[in-house]
């Protein structure tokens, strides 16, 4: 896979690396970096990026090969960007905002949509509870208070996220609200310790990711997130949702056989292929880290 840094220069322009003289407020002296996995995006990221608080250190887009200006848009807000050179898929586009988080010295990663479906104003929250250490992993919840179906969620998948969190909390042993929002804060130790490269590239990473963070130990904890659906924001149709769908029941059964000791899966093996900071696997072959544009 090849990634393609683009450079920019803006808000974000000179809080992308260390040692530039200037780390934004940070938390608890703690690096805070935001990323945006991107896909036909220009509609909504210049709302996105307005409401991101000042306290965020670094924010990084990750683009998953675009049709639209996403990457225009990105560079006019200076954003720090990386541009895939195909479509390889929401879980990709994460392994790649993660590395790179990490690569630009991260203590705190938010992961935040550009479609504005979540407002990015939890982003301080959210990351103080992991930089204080209350958690280690933090979920941006439209549950909580009966925000999705306010936020506009279709019932059908109002009652698709309802079963699947009733199944995976029996199974998983944990009694979070849902599993399917992508609002997510990590520590870097969850990112650097999870075998995220075991992974899928589609979107059943995101549930794949959640089941590993309760394998493995992590706290999670959530917050109430106010949700908006409408029509420029992203969501995956009817046959991809049933897909997905059966991609968390696989993975609930997964961790399941894993616990019992029963079956042994590579998403759950602590030896497993993790992410490193500039020596991604998938970065081994073509990877073009400093080209411009």
């Keep these: 896979m090849r990634t393609k840094r683009v450079a920019a220069v803006g808000r974000f322009g000179s809080w992308i690396r260390r040692g530039t003289g200037y780390h934004g407020s940070m938390i608890n002296g703690k690096r805070i970096v ?7 995006a220009e509609k909504t990221l210049q709302a ?5 608080p000042d306290m965020v250190d670094a ?3 990750v683009d998953d090969h675009s049709s639209d200006h996403t990457i225009e848009v990105a560079k006019e807000l200076g954003l720090q960007c990386f541009v895939h050179d195909k479509n390889y898929g929401y879980g990709r586009n994460q392994q790649t905002c993660y590395r790179e988080a990490l690569a630009s ?3 705190v990663v938010i992961m935040v949509h550009p479609d504005y479906q979540y407002t990015p104003l939890l982003v301080t929250p959210m990351a103080s509870m992991i930089a204080y250490g209350v958690y280690d992993v ?3 919840s439209r549950i909580i208070g009966g925000a999705a179906l306010r936020g506009g969620m279709p019932l059908w998948k109002y009652v698709a996220n309802r079963f699947l969190t009733a199944f995976e909390n029996f199974f998983l042993r944990v009694k979070l609200s849902e599993y399917h ?3 997510r804060a990590f520590s870097s130790e969850v990112l650097t310790r999870l075998p995220l490269l075991e992974n899928s590239d589609d979107f059943v990473f995101d549930n794949q990711m959640l089941a590993q963070c309760v394998y493995f130990g992590f706290r999670i904890g959530e917050v109430s997130c106010p949700t908006k659906y409408f029509e420029e924001a992203s969501s995956i149709n009817f046959s991809r949702s049933v897909k997905y769908g059966f991609g968390v029941l696989a993975t609930t059964l997964q961790f399941a056989l894993q ?3 029963i079956m042994r899966f ?3 093996n602590p030896h497993g292929r993790r992410l490193e900071p500039g020596h991604s696997a998938y970065y081994a072959r073509g990877a073009t880290a400093d080209s411009k544009t």
């Design 48 to 52: 996105t990026v307005r409401d991101l």
């Design 59 to 61: 924010c990084i887009l």
């Design 34 to 40: 935001v990323v945006l996995p991107a896909y036909n």
């Design 138 to 140: 933090v979920l941006g």
């Design 266 to 268: 590579p998403i759950f």
């Design 259 to 261: 616990k019992t000791g």
């Design 181 to 183: 929002t992508g609002y």
């Design 105 to 107: 010295g991260a203590d």
